[in-house]
């Protein structure tokens, strides 16, 4: 059988990752295909646990290199008991933020610098990375408009300063300068429909031609 695709959905607060998915696997299963949606942090039951350590409470519970670790645990947990399991069983599989979040919000967004993230990643994944990375690129303010909107009682990222929400976006951005190959910045300003055809645009070619 051969591997499926890792496909991850990357983006600050309220740039649409966690609908969009659910509209690519839809548009993907009527193509046929396997597919499996997915999140981080989260996405097994340990990792799940960890979540809640990460998204609740105050702004200032952990320190940068504290989550990065809390991160980097739960990943290794997620790809090991639901990421690869899924792609050595032919899935495409579609992960709503993956380790270029840490690299955004810890490295960039708290200051850790980008090359403890780097460190971390290769010592708990080697050099398991996505196939294909879009990145929704939306402006901070209206991101931001629409998380607190949508509320819930996940919102202690939403609760830092507007100031971390900017280093995050560019962050985002300059990942996706270094790795051109792997990334592709999508813009998610418009109505649902029209950012899941700019997503569509991107992946089904690159489907087709690893199934062609
Ligand atoms: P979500 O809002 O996309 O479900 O993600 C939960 C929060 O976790 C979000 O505010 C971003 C944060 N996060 C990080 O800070 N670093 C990471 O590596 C990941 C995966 C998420």
Redesign the pocket.
Known sequence: MTRGLFITLEGG?GSG?STQAKRLQAALEVRGQTVTVT???GGSPGAEAIRSL??TGAADRWDGMT?ALL?FAARRDHVERTIKPALDAGSIVIC??FTD??MA??GYGHDLGREPVEQLSAIVLGDFRPDLTLILDIPVEEGLKRAVSRGGD?LR?EDMDVAFHHRLRDGFLDIAKRDPERCRVIDSVGTEEEVAARLQAVILPVIESFHG
């Open positions: 607060e990752k999140r981080e942090p990460l998204v989550e991160l709503d933020r979040s840490t919000y810890q996940e990222y």
